[in-house]
């Protein structure tokens, strides 16, 4: 089992930056892929970055792509998600998920080994 626990979240304004972080415990973090994910109200729950057990590789939405930076301690059992530039329509409560397939796969399927509860992101204009 892994648990995790996402933290950062907050109220800021269009242009700000905003860091999350994941912790995991349980099993170790390295023997998984990792992942965030978003869920906007109204909206189903959609990938926005993941990386790979190693760091070797990192994939990201189109959405998010060149404002959105994704990094994991395995040291730390953390991951992190730097977001710069953030917009209004970036307002959605993130998901960090862990899996033991491909980090390059996570984009292409909604079932994750495991979740964590959210944190809430809200940009305002």
């Known amino acids: 089992q892994v648990q995790l626990v996402e933290s950062g979240g907050g109220l800021v304004q269009a242009g700000d930056s905003l860091r999350l972080s994941c912790a995991a415990s349980g099993r170790t973090s390295s023997g998984y892929a990792m992942g965030w994910f978003r869920q906007a109200p109204g909206k189903e729950r959609e990938f926005v970055a993941s990386i790979s057990r190693l760091s070797t590789g990192t994939y990201y939405a189109d959405s998010v792509k060149d404002r959105f930076t994704i990094s994991r301690d395995n040291a730390k059992n953390t991951v992190s998600l730097q977001m710069n530039s953030l917009k209004p329509e970036d307002t959605a409560v993130y998901y960090c998920?862990?899996?033991?397939?491909?980090?390059?796969?996570?984009?292409?399927?909604?079932?994750?080994?495991?979740w964590g509860k959210g944190t809430l992101v809200t940009v305002s204009s």
């Open positions: 998920a862990a899996d033991a397939r491909a980090a390059s796969t996570m984009g292409q399927r909604s079932g994750m080994d495991y």
